[in-house]
């Protein structure tokens, strides 16, 4: 039986940096891909909707040219921005990502990676060990149950990017990252779009507050966003898609689900190793071990974060622990917190804790706050929209930042680093950022935390004493 350092199962991001990474360390590594080499994430989910939002905003800021006194003679037409993100979803996939595993043994499209045991994987007839096994499956689109839904011609993140047009009518039930990406690209592109969804806010895993900043320009935009609304049944008449909802019946042409996603174990055979599961995926320690030693699970097939940067990020922490000789220094997955963004105009980032995580964790904690609107920079731009709001309390310590607005993916990761690292709104006022940057959103709200403290208390007191 042919015998490596390491085998890793899936080349999503959390299987590409793992076999990346080892093979750099000139370990002997097998990677087997059943389908695509980039996973989700680069055929199907964030480079496609990056790519799509693009054309989406570019469109949208030739239409809106009057408001920087600039007059477009003529409209824009809608060609073909489908073809040109499969033509640069492949260029990313070609040779360029490729050369990074040149140094691993690679098993692309021949089928699915089964255990045998928990020493031995299986795949095209032929089995394969390792001392070290990394399990990098990935999730799949989770389909609701809704009446008529398995029945219809549907969308889901997987064929999205296959249409050759941009349809006239779209429903999307789901609100979450893929619904409201998906909707402001498609409506900026010309679609009529029509958003239906549980829950009671946009992108409801974040801030209600910056859900609803994101609600407001979604409805100037002229999307329908529909929460809080239940879907009785959906079926297809004469080619159109009919949805029946709580709020009336709605016809389209086409209809993405986008309702949260799923681990798919069953093919992996994971009973034969003995390796544990729940709904949410594979069971892991801190170190990202599963419950057999030797066998880790990394990114979305663990189900403790599904985005990519976690994905590579466990990929790497997970390979660092296998190869760490002492027991009491591993790296534990905690201890790393999680940036999210949600690509919309206004984008929406979360670093920490929200709002309502803190009332439910009872911290004692004050809302500091700085809009968009009163900044020179972002009225300038033309993009007043948005705030950025810090979870903190007298002391200055920082529990959580959510920001809305232009740039809110690039402002949220001095968040983390500042949450990660114990530096305080204190530090923050203390840094010089450049001016007029939009990250100076971030000082400015710093500044705001001291004003409040010097509008009152022994602050002022001291400053008349000895003026
Ligand atoms: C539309 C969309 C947009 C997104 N946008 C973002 C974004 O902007 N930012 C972000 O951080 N995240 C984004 N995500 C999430 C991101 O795509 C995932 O978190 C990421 O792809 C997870 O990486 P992974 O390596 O764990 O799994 P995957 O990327 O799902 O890769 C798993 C791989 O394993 C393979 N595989 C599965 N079973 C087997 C088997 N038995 N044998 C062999 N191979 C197998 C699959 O074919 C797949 O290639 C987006 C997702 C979607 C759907
Ligand atoms: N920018 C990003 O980082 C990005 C972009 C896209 C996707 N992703 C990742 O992909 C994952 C999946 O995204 P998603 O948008 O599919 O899921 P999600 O968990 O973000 O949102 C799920 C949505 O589906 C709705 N929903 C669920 N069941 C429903 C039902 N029966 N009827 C009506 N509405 C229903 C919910 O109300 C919610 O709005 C996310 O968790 C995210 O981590 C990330």
Not at 215 to 220: L, S, T
Not at 370 to 376: A, F, I, L, S
Request: glycine fraction near 10%.
């Amino acid at each position: 039986m042919e015998k490596h350092d390491l085998i890793v199962i899936g080349m999503g991001p959390a299987g590409m940096a793992v076999t990346a990474m080892a093979a750099n360390m000139e370990l002997d590594v097998l990677a087997i891909e059943k389908h695509k080499v980039g996973g989700e994430c680069l055929n199907y989910g964030c480079v496609p909707s990056k790519a799509l939002l693009k054309a989406g905003e570019v469109n949208e800021v030739a239409e809106n040219l009057r408001q920087y006194g600039i007059k477009l003679s003529g409209k824009t037409e809608i060609e073909n921005p489908l073809e040109i993100v499969r033509n640069k979803v492949g260029k990313i996939s070609g040779n360029k990502t490729m050369k990074a595993f040149d140094r691993a043994k690679l098993i692309v499209d021949q089928g699915e990676a089964k255990f045998v045991d928990k020493k031995v994987v299986k795949v095209a007839g032929k089995k394969y060990t390792a001392d070290k096994i990394f399990i990098a499956t990935g999730t799949e689109p989770m389909i609701p149950p809704i009446p008529g839904l398995k029945d219809v011609p549907r969308l889901t993140n997987l064929n999205i990017f296959e249409q050759e047009d941009i349809p006239e009518t779209l429903t999307i039930i789901g609100g979450g990252a893929i619904g409201s990406e998906m909707a402001q690209a498609f409506s900026r592109l010309g679609a009529k779009v029509n958003i239906f969804q549980i829950d009671d806010h946009l992108v409801p895993t974040g801030d209600q507050e910056a859900g609803k900043v994101l609600e407001e320009k979604f409805k100037k935009e002229g999307i329908g966003v529909h929460n809080s609304t239940g879907i009785n049944k959906v079926e297809e008449k004469n080619g159109k898609i009919i949805t029946h909802t709580d709020v009336g019946v709605f016809e389209s042409d086409k209809i993405l689900v986008a309702t949260g996603r799923k681990a798919v174990l069953e093919p992996l055979n994971l009973d034969n190793a003995g390796i544990e599961s729940a709904k949410t995926g594979i069971k892991v320690n801190k170190r990202l071990e599963t419950n057999i030693k030797g066998i880790y699970a990394v990114g979305d097939c663990n189900g403790k974060a599904l985005l990519s940067h976690a994905a590579m990020h466990q990929g790497m922490l997970a390979l660092m622990n296998a190869i760490n000789p002492t027991p009491i220094k591993q790296f534990n997955y905690d201890d790393y917190l999680v940036p999210w963004s949600v690509f919309t105009k206004p984008e929406i980032a979360q670093a920490g804790i929200t709002e309502k995580e803190a009332n439910e964790k009872g911290i004692n904690y004050q809302i500091v706050k700085e809009r968009y609107e009163d900044y020179g920079r972002t009225i300038a731009d033309g993009k007043p929209e948005g705030f950025v709001k810090v979870i903190t309390n007298s002391r200055g310590k920082i529990f959580g930042a959510t920001i809305v607005g232009e740039a809110a993916s690039e402002l949220i990761h001095e968040w983390i680093l500042a949450i990660q690292h114990n530096i305080s709104m204190f530090d923050i006022m203390m840094t010089q950022h450049s001016f007029p940057t939009i990250s100076l959103m971030n000082k400015r709200v710093a500044e705001k935390w001291i004003m409040n403290k010097t509008d009152s208390g022994i602050i002022p007191k001291l400053a008349k004493k000895f003026i």
